[in-house]
């Protein structure tokens, strides 16, 4: 709970501090264009390839195949596209960089880690 509230405060804030910087920097209105402008592109990568990777989940799962890093990748893709569409350029950075196939990798690794750790601590349980 104390990272997600150490969170809840550093990214606002540091949002808040890289806007003001690039509204000095090139000025209001490119600013404002810009951020509307990840959000439409936010919002467009991410149902373009979360149709993708729905279409890949039925596919393995056609095939009797359990769909485990699939749906990692959509896990990414939800998350960066929420990132995304979320006003800021730090944000639209850790956004884009999970909606790339080549970084989603590394992020995929990370989760994949983070849940393992949950399971074996005994904080989410596997019913088989």
């Not at 929420?82 to 690794?109: N, Q």
């Amino acid at each position: 709970m104390k990272y997600i509230f150490l969170i809840l405060v550093i990214v606002p804030t540091a949002e808040i501090g890289v806007l003001l910087l690039s509204g000095q920097t090139i000025g209001i209105w490119p600013t404002i264009a810009l951020i509307i402008l990840t959000g439409f592109l936010g919002a467009y990568l991410a149902k373009q390839q979360g149709l993708e990777t729905i279409r890949r989940t039925q596919d393995q799962l056609r095939k009797g195949m359990m769909p485990g890093d699939v749906i990692l990748d959509g896990v990414s893709i939800l998350i960066g596209g929420t990132l995304l569409l979320t006003p800021g350029f730090i944000t639209d950075a850790l956004g884009c960089l999970l909606l790339a196939p080549p970084t989603r990798k590394f992020f995929k690794a990370l989760m994949l880690k983070l849940f393992r750790n949950w399971i074996d601590r005994g904080t989410i349980k596997v019913i088989r």
